[in-house]
């Protein structure tokens, strides 16, 4: 029997319906996973205190959580934004998905500015409308970073053995030094930990190990960690004459559901190889 021309016009827009029903769901899911943050404060709705964070690589979003859906994201009427005491225009309009609303500010928060930031929202002259009757209104709420520090959030600088005064000589005393940076999303964070050197002198051998803290020596707050550490018990190594030493970077849990778990910084791990001694009679004897 074939087929009306109406049946199948009606059978395309339905199967066009379906796909566009599916590129709008994924579109509605991916766009609340960009909102969405980790570990927020709790919403206070009663006491009109509504979480405020900003966890973006850039510091420069700010995340407001309702306990309603936002129905309209409105202007930057009503807002005030300061940042360290200073005023700081939002760069657009607000950009609102499901319950979160979401602000950029003109320039990045700093490490000395990240407790600094209060947000004002007065609702007789804003133009943000939420789901039911009552529209939030509050002053002075402090935004917080509470991110949570992931393996990307850190790189290597320069690293290995420092030269001894002959390289060839026996191994008596070994100085390794270590150079890391981490993100200021990270730094900027309430659950900062400062990151710990793992160091195995005998690897692949976990014992004997170094775990110092390093030291933040690009100034506080920047980021810039080193580290230096020193081991002179070798015994000598008569299989191959050289030992390996593995250098990594690694964050104490600070405990609980929501706080920084444990972190390996694995794939940042680097092998140092140091001969164990030498077989001819420079300078020094072995």
């Not at 009663?46 to 407001?64: K, V």
């Not at 225009?89 to 990045?108: A, D, E, H, K, T």
């Not at 104490?252 to 920084?260: D, E, M, R, S, V």
Request: glycine share 8%; charged share 10%.
């Amino acid at each position: 029997m074939a087929t009306s021309p109406t049946l199948e016009r009606n059978n395309a827009t339905a199967m066009q319906a379906r796909k566009l029903l599916s590129l709008l769901t994924i579109l509605i899911l991916s766009t609340s996973s960009l909102f969405s943050q980790s570990f927020l404060i709790p919403v206070n709705a009663p006491a009109n205190n509504y979480p405020i964070t900003f966890t973006d690589a850039a510091q420069q979003i700010l995340i407001l959580e309702f306990d309603r859906a936002v129905t309209a994201a409105g202007t930057a009427a009503g807002w005030t934004i300061t940042v360290g005491g200073v005023g700081d225009p939002m760069v657009g309009i607000p950009v609102g998905v499901g319950n979160f609303l979401r602000i950029q500010l003109s320039v990045p928060i700093s490490y000395a500015n990240r407790n600094a930031v209060l947000v004002t929202y007065n609702k007789l002259v804003g133009t943000m409308s939420l789901t039911g009757p009552v529209e939030p209104s509050f002053a002075g709420v402090q935004a917080f970073n509470n991110y949570i520090a992931v393996q990307a959030d850190f790189s290597n600088g320069l690293y290995g053995e420092l030269p001894p005064v002959d390289i060839c000589a026996a191994v008596l005393s070994v100085d390794v030094a270590s150079n890391i940076t981490m993100t200021q999303r990270y730094r900027n964070s309430i659950h900062y930990l400062t990151p710990k050197l793992y160091l195995t002198w005998m690897y692949p051998l976990d014992v004997p190990k170094s775990q110092p803290f390093y030291i933040e020596t690009g100034g506080v707050g920047s980021g810039v960690y080193s580290i230096t550490a020193n081991y002179a018990a070798y015994p000598d190594n008569t299989l191959n004459c050289t030992w390996d030493i593995r250098i990594f970077h690694w964050l104490l849990p600070t405990g609980g559901a929501n706080l920084q778990p444990l972190l390996f910084v694995g794939q940042n791990a680097v092998i140092v190889t140091i001969p164990n001694y030498k077989k001819d009679n420079g300078t020094p004897v072995p």
